[in-house]
């Protein structure tokens, strides 16, 4: 279709701009004039999904966030809260895109214990509600870093043993 009509469009031009014999003068200068070209929308700077919108919010917060060590415990205290909260909800409607992008926000916020209890959780509360394991995966990752390659060997065992197996479950 698209075709046929780019085909139409550029006899039409070529006869308009050559002149059609019997339509005029051939020496009259035809303007062509191009069709517009469609406006290109650009993507919101933030998600339409609640929860992916919350995890944008907690990730700039991530740059705020005083010392781990620090004196100010009540800002890392209300993040950390927050983090959780949206970590729990999204445990319960099984969004494992923001189960492990919470984990990965409480890391990078110098948070991995907490981040690895957190996805310990989920891997726990979801273990027989649905065969996704990124989250597994997140957890491997997080243990290997912090010196627990046993652990993380297991951890991709039990992806191994999800069906369906995936090439992911075997590169860590």
């Known amino acids: 279709m698209k075709r046929t009509t780019w085909m139409a469009g550029a006899i ?33 700077t933030t998600p339409a999904d609640e ?46 895109d923001v189960v492990v992008g919470v984990g990965e926000v ?8 907490t981040a690895a209890a957190y996805l310990q959780r989920s891997v726990g509360m979801t273990r027989e509600k649905s065969p996704e394991k990124s989250h597994l995966r997140a957890l ?14 297991s951890l991709m065992e039990r992806a191994i043993d999800i069906e369906p197996t995936t090439p992911e479950d075997f590169v860590l």
């Open 12 to 44: 039409t031009a070529a006869l308009l701009a050559s002149g059609c014999g019997g339509c005029g003068d051939k020496d009259e200068a035809v303007e062509v004039t191009p069709e517009p070209t469609p406006e290109v929308v650009a993507e919101p």
């Open 51 to 96: 929860r992916l919108a919350a995890l944008a919010t907690l990730t700039e917060q991530v740059a705020g966030l005083p010392p781990v060590d620090s004196e100010d415990r009540a800002r890392r205290e209300v993040f950390r809260r927050d983090a959780l909260t949206l970590g729990n909800e999204a445990i319960t409607e099984l969004r494992f």
């Open 106 to 113: 409480l890391w990078g916020a110098g948070e991995p214990e």
């Open 140 to 153: 491997a990752r997080l243990k290997v870093d912090g010196d627990a390659a046993l652990e993380a060997a």
